[in-house]
């Protein structure tokens, strides 16, 4: 009720009736202090409620009733508003007793500012779904549930349906129960364990837990029993219970094993590569790692909130939805896709999740690589037509291999010579059987002759659909629609002549024409050039060349072999043919200059006989290369070349070319040599660059080269 001003005598109460009053006040203020000290140590209060706060201390406070025992457990909710409105009229307390009315006699106005603030604190314990962190910012907590089985060095994850684990490292994924997709794949139970390679050259991979599959015919009661029992073979009691607590019909079971390739162990015993399946700078800036859990014994470190991962537009979704349709449409044969877009815009991630995407639906993808300097399955430099039947889980480096079809051009861009690189791409378009889905990979380069040379592969190839990525709020370059397409001129092709009179004129989507599909890039840094060490160009084809040297690693655990350890092929001069395609080199110093670096080994129509010294080729040949090796040693007097590669003898027999290009070996393969005695092989310190032509040869991009010039008088 409320209390007028004066003495307790005037107020008609007795003095022992006034200290209890007095006592219970200064209880009650005391209380509040306690909850506001103990609600910031683990929540941020609202404006809302400091401003509540406020205006109920300037108030006239209220006499009340201490209660008698300690508080109950509050349940959900919205059964605390519904007993907080039964209070309100019954008056009645948490411990069950009923005040009389004479003494919670309250005004209306001070009833609805109390329900209010009661409410508010209720909500704000029950509704936020933040912690505060000792840096005061919010963060989300983890959506997974994983215990560690340290006998065997392996954890069980467990995801509810839609939750996900973004995570950095590398691990190897079986699914045991349920449904989990990574990057596009879906991975079910039963099917075998898939590598994951999550470094710092790409976006951390994400595994989301699916939907179960609307073919069971299972209750929700025994799918929940199955999931349970196969915990059970995995787990000891203690973390088999804590984790069968967490398990629901809807959970997908994971099992993530420690996983060791020769790549793993080759690029690690690198200095500069100890850190590439860590976090990155900006990762690590942002503390949103979570340490010291279950996944960070098999490799794996999970990041915490919902920024992070691969950040997809509408438009992105929506060309997925689109080529898969596309490709699910018997009538209208197999799709060409061609994937086009400026630098950085998303294109080699587009076509991973593409690839991934399509093999649920069918067995095997075509993969017609035309980016020379970002290259998705072979070191730099190369072209390749290859069949794709397994998903790509990890950077370009993590799966390099050996194409079906593959021809070495010997630089990282095309524009000293377009005409070889077309003549190359229509090599390797002729050996496409058109039994299966292509998607063509395109360079950044889409100015100037770039975008000419993308006119030519849409005429040339007969692409069905073109996936054009942007960025931003410029036009990088203009639509590449069919209508576009009727009067756009290439480097080597040119538009349909014009109909004669008479003649009706064609539609844009007839038979030669293509569905323009645009995507815009959403991502932070699109269009961008970034800083970061792992995302440079010349760093990610290193990787890629180091990735493919480590194949010459043992599969088995054992120290890794640096370049000097291997015994070298021998391999006649007079059999093989030699031929530097970036540069001229005098025909007596070409052994010189192919010393000691990276060589394709490539095969000639036509045999080669030489009569005791090289054969030196005048042109280069548009043939087929099937791998790389280093030249470790010439020796002229037994007319010997010594050769240190991966390929397979059987194959090597078929070599009769050797193609030096302007891709190097990378410096750490070289550097990286433990055990020699003295200096290193190929590596000197008495160099001086002040000699002429000794330094790296600088290009002037801004100069019209000759043969550039003559595709302006065309």
Request: aromatic share 6%.
């Amino acid at each position: 009720m409320k209390v007028p001003n004066g003495s307790a005598k005037a107020r008609g109460r007795q003095p022992g009736e006034a200290r209890k009053a007095k006592k219970t006040k200064k209880q009650l203020l005391n209380h509040r202090a306690g909850t506001l000290s103990s609600d910031n140590c683990t929540a941020s209060p609202s404006t809302a409620l400091a401003r509540k706060y406020q205006q109920l201390g300037s108030q006239r406070e209220p006499s009340l009733k201490r209660l008698k025992s300690g508080p109950r457990k509050l349940g959900s909710l919205q059964g605390r508003e519904a007993r907080f409105s039964s209070w309100a009229v019954s008056h009645a307390h948490s411990n069950g007793g009923v005040e009389d009315e004479t003494q919670l006699e309250m005004s209306s106005e001070e009833t609805r500012a109390w329900s209010s603030f009661a409410l508010s604190v209720l909500r704000n314990d029950t509704e936020r779904p933040f912690s505060l962190q000792p840096d005061g910012k919010d963060e989300e907590p983890p959506q997974y549930h994983a215990e560690r089985d340290p006998v065997h060095n392996r954890t069980l994850l467990v995801l509810h349906q839609g939750q996900r684990l973004c995570f950095r490292g590398t691990c190897l994924l079986t699914c045991l129960y349920g449904r989990v997709e990574v990057l596009g794949f879906t991975i079910e139970e039963g099917q075998q364990p898939y590598p994951i390679f999550s470094p710092a050259t790409i976006c951390p991979l994400t595994i989301t837990a699916m939907k179960t599959s609307s073919a069971s015919t299972k209750s929700r009661k025994e799918r929940r029993l199955e999931a349970k029992a196969v915990i059970r073979k995995y787990l000891s009691i203690e973390p088999r219970k804590r984790l069968q607590s967490k398990v629901n019909s809807e959970s997908s079971l994971v099992l993530l094993e420690s996983l060791e390739t020769p790549l793993t162990r080759f690029l690690s015993s690198l200095p500069e590569y100890h850190d590439l399946f860590a976090l990155t700078s900006r990762e690590l800036k942002l503390q949103s790692a979570a340490v010291n859990c279950p996944l960070s014994a098999i490799g794996l470190t999970p990041l915490r909130g919902s920024g992070h991962g691969l950040v997809t537009s509408q438009s992105y979704r929506n060309a997925l939805t689109t080529l898969v349709n596309a490709c699910a449409e018997e009538s209208d044969g197999c799709p060409i896709i061609l994937v086009c877009g400026a630098k950085n815009t998303g294109k080699s991630t587009f076509n991973r999740h593409l690839i991934n995407t399509l093999l649920n639906h069918t067995s095997s993808v075509d993969y017609l690589e035309c980016d020379l300097g970002q290259t998705e399955f072979t070191p730099p430099g190369c072209l390749s037509l290859c069949t794709v039947t397994k998903p790509l889980l990890g950077a370009p480096f993590t799966h390099q291999h050996t194409p079906q079809h593959m021809v070495f051009f010997g630089e990282s861009s095309c524009e000293r010579d377009l005409d070889r690189y077309l003549e190359s791409l229509k090599f390797l378009w002729r050996s496409y059987t058109r039994e299966t889905a292509i998607i063509i990979n395109t360079m950044g380069w889409v100015k100037g002759f770039g975008f000419q040379l993308l006119v030519d592969l849409i005429r040339l190839f007969s692409v069905t659909h073109v996936v054009q990525l942007s960025h931003g709020d410029t036009t990088q370059c203009p639509a590449l629609t069919s209508i576009f397409l009727q009067s756009a001129h290439g480097w080597q092709t040119r538009p349909p002549a014009p109909p004669s009179l008479g003649q009706e004129m064609e539609e844009p989507f007839g038979p030669q024409g293509h569905v323009l599909i645009s995507v815009h890039s959403e991502f932070e840094g699109a269009g961008t050039t970034n800083n970061l060490r792992y995302h440079r160009s010349n760093i990610i084809r290193d990787m890629a060349l180091l990735g493919y040297f480590s194949q010459l690693q043992t599969s088995g655990p054992g120290p890794v072999r640096p370049l000097h350890c291997f015994n070298p092929y021998q391999v006649p001069i007079s059999a093989v043919a030699l031929r530097v395609t970036h540069s001229e080199v005098a025909p007596a110093h070409v052994l010189y200059v192919a010393n000691g670096n990276l060589v394709a080994l490539c095969c000639l129509g036509e045999k080669v006989a030489g009569t005791g010294g090289p054969v030196l080729l005048s042109q280069t040949p548009i043939c087929k290369c099937v791998g790389f090796g280093v030249l470790r040693g010439v020796d002229m007097t037994r007319g010997l070349l010594f050769l240190v590669t991966p390929v397979v003898p059987s194959v090597l027999r078929q070599v009769n070319c050797l193609l030096l290009g302007g891709i190097a070996l990378p410096h750490n393969l070289l550097k990286a040599q433990p055990g020699v005695q003295g200096e290193k092989p190929y590596i000197t310190s008495d160099y001086s660059f002040e000699l002429s032509g000794a330094g790296k040869m600088k290009v002037y991009k801004g100069l019209q080269r000759p043969e550039l010039l003559r595709g302006a008088t065309r």
